[in-house]
């Protein structure tokens, strides 16, 4: 458990680094890092496209559900649909997966849908969530309480007119 957590700060670390520093001429390709509070809460980290249509995020967090109770990963692909003009507020859906360590070792599929809010002026990012997984390994179940809301640090932020 304890060798997954340091594997997981050292890569969020090395991403953080390698963003920090980046320079970029155009809107998008941000990454942001923050806290996501709800059925798990702990580290999420979103890397968004170049053109801002779509999303990376990495959630690392501590799951509250009473049998799959333990630390968990979580890598999912986001399709981001504008809702407005500029761009600021985005539907949110996708897929990927999710790994909990906890007594045992669980594994499989999630889903996302939510919304996406992108601050103008303020590098911050946030968004509310909800994140259903169907646990294939390990046991057989379906996780259906875990929503969320995120609030995030735009690392490598851009002003826009």
Same mark, same amino acid.
């Given at each position: 458990?304890?060798?997954?957590?340091?594997?997981?700060?050292?890569?969020? !670390?090395?991403?953080?680094?390698?963003?920090?520093?980046?320079?970029?001429?155009?809107?998008?390709?941000?990454?942001?890092?923050?806290?996501?509070?709800? &059925?798990?809460?702990?580290?999420?980290?979103?890397?968004?496209?170049?053109?801002?249509?779509?999303?990376?995020?990495?959630?690392?967090?501590?799951?509250?559900?009473?049998?799959?109770?333990?630390?968990?990963? #979580? &890598?999912?692909?986001?399709?981001?649909?504008?809702?407005? =003009?500029? +761009?600021?507020?985005?539907?949110?859906? &996708?897929? &990927?997966?999710?790994?909990?360590?906890?007594?045992?070792?669980?594994?499989?599929?999630?889903? !996302? !849908? +939510?919304?996406?809010?992108?601050?103008?002026?303020?590098?911050?990012?946030?968004?509310?969530?909800?994140?259903?997984?169907?646990? !294939?390994?390990?046991?057989?179940?379906?996780?259906?309480?875990? =929503?969320?809301?995120?609030?995030?640090?735009?690392?490598?932020?851009?002003? #826009?007119?």
């Amino acid at each position: 458990m304890k060798k997954v957590f340091v594997a997981f700060a050292t890569v969020l !670390i090395c991403f953080i680094f390698t963003e920090t520093f980046a320079q970029r001429k155009n809107v998008g390709g941000e990454s942001a890092i923050g806290i996501r509070l709800g &059925g798990s809460s702990g580290l999420t980290f979103k890397k968004y496209s170049a053109n801002a249509h779509s999303a990376f995020e990495f959630i690392g967090a501590w799951s509250f559900d009473d049998v799959l109770d333990g630390f968990t990963i #979580t &890598g999912l692909w986001q399709k981001l649909a504008p809702l407005n =003009a500029n +761009g600021q507020l985005s539907a949110e859906f &996708g897929f &990927g997966a999710t790994a909990i360590f906890g007594d045992k070792f669980y594994f499989g599929p999630s889903g !996302i !849908i +939510g919304f996406d809010w992108r601050l103008k002026k303020v590098p911050v990012t946030m968004s509310v969530d909800w994140l259903p997984t169907w646990i !294939i390994v390990g046991t057989s179940r379906f996780n259906a309480i875990n =929503a969320g809301f995120s609030a995030r640090y735009i690392l490598n932020h851009r002003r #826009t007119k």
